[in-house]
């Protein structure tokens, strides 16, 4: 029982490590989609862009894992909705 607790925490302690890493993955994709928010809203660009959402979830769902795959597109869908979110405040 002790050794499985003990992989349990190893585990665990390796989603902490990735979390930290999605965190940062994270904040730096919305600084970047902040400066894209700023250059649209100069040029008077619409926030919302459907064919390149469209474009860039088939790229990634090729680029994706397996394990990956099925979730791709329900994780960026989020993702594009929380960047045009911010985009739209600024």
Known sequence: ME??????ESLRAQIDIADDKVL????????VAQKIGKLKKESGGAVMDADREAQKLVALQEKAEKILK???SRIYSV??????????KL
Request: net charge neutral; proline share 4%; aromatic share 8%.
């Open 3 to 8: 050794k499985n607790k003990e992989t349990l």
């Open 70 to 72: 099925p979730y791709v």
């Open 24 to 31: 940062a993955a994270l904040a730096e994709r919305m600084m």
């Open 79 to 88: 993702l594009f909705e929380v960047s045009r979110d911010l985009q739209s």
